[in-house]
């Protein structure tokens, strides 16, 4: 008997010793490829591509669809070749730059990793879809793209932009380009306006324009014959505004200026891209505003006594592309 459960036990461990580890588990399991299966699942699984406007795709894998199993895909990836990729079922890709890319689908399964090719992209174009393209409005340095007059809306507080910019020949800086000078001597207001002669401009989400864009240079001191020019505005309270003109109202954007931006250029944007439009038509923009300001405030006399000068340079409009989607 003691050797019979001896010769068992023997047995057993030979048993044992023979049998294969099962994989446990979905990354194990994943690296059982079936052909055959993801051979079947890639003709059934429906997967769409569709070109929204040129350059621009809206890619969907439809779960579920063609008779595939609901998990038979577990998760997926896009790759657009373009660098980017996506894990959502439905999604846009912008091909900007030119060039051939191709969209793959990669579906994880128990059957192994799937990788379809949905479509191949010729793009041809650069697309300014995602990054706009810039179109320069006035450099002061040759003549504004859009036939216009540069007009002081505020005559009491613009003395320098009387004397600089008389007969339209603006202030040169000391690197010997041209830029609009502005001068704010009082008031809560230092604001000039470009009005188009001809051209009216839609800023309306259906409309070709989006932003405004520049460069501004504002010193600490500012010396001019007729006497000093001292930025002597608090920070907490100094602006610089773009505003949208239909000829009844304006729309404006407000960026705050800090102090450690003095003495150096500063490109800014201003985006209208999500603006209500309450104030004005934005499809009939006359005139673009630039306001150079600090609030009012009656508890610490803030407001009418602030000196100071700001430079304008590379006035820009950015466009959009119509039908993209952002």
Excluded at 110 to 125: I, M, Q, R
Excluded at 163 to 179: I, K, L, M, S, W
Excluded at 308 to 324: F, R, S, T, Y
Aim: net charge negative; glycine share 8%.
């Amino acid at each position: 008997m003691k050797y019979l459960s001896k010769l068992l036990l023997a047995l057993i461990a030979i048993g044992l010793w023979n049998c294969e580890p099962t994989e446990v588990g979905v990354v194990e399991d994943y690296k059982k490829q079936n052909p055959e299966g993801l051979q079947e699942l890639a003709n059934n699984i429906e997967i769409n591509v569709r070109e929204i406007v040129p350059q621009i795709y809206e890619v969907e894998y439809v779960r579920g669809a063609g008779g595939e199993e609901d998990d038979a895909i577990h998760f997926i990836t896009w790759d657009f070749g373009n660098g980017e990729t996506s894990q959502k079922d439905k999604d846009t890709v912008y091909y900007i730059q030119p060039g051939d890319y191709a969209i793959t689908f990669n579906g994880y399964t128990y059957d192994g990793e799937l990788s379809k090719v949905a479509a191949n992209v010729n793009a041809t174009e650069t697309l300014w879809c995602a990054i706009g393209q810039r179109i320069s409005m006035d450099n002061f340095d040759d003549e504004a793209t859009y036939a216009g007059t540069w007009v002081n809306k505020n005559k009491n507080d613009t003395p320098l932009f009387d004397d600089y910019h008389a007969d339209g020949t603006p202030y040169q800086f000391p690197e010997d380009n041209d830029v609009l000078l502005i001068g704010k001597a009082g008031g809560w207001w230092t604001e000039v306006a470009y009005e188009f002669d001809t051209d009216v401009f839609d800023f309306s989400n259906a409309g070709l324009w989006r932003k405004v864009a520049m460069r501004f240079y504002i010193p600490s001191t500012f010396d001019v014959p007729e006497g000093n020019f001292d930025f002597n505005i608090p920070e907490s309270y100094l602006n610089l505004k773009i505003g949208l003109n239909d000829g009844s109202g304006r729309q404006e954007i407000e960026r705050k200026i800090k102090v450690s931006e003095l003495d150096q250029w500063i490109d800014v944007e201003f985006d209208f891209t999500e603006s209500s439009f309450d104030q004005i038509d934005p499809t009939q923009v006359k005139s673009i505003w630039i306001m150079f300001t600090h609030a009012w405030d009656n508890d610490r006399g803030a407001g009418r006594d602030g000196t100071g000068a700001i430079m304008i340079d590379d006035i820009e409009l950015v466009q959009k592309v119509p039908g993209c989607l952002e």
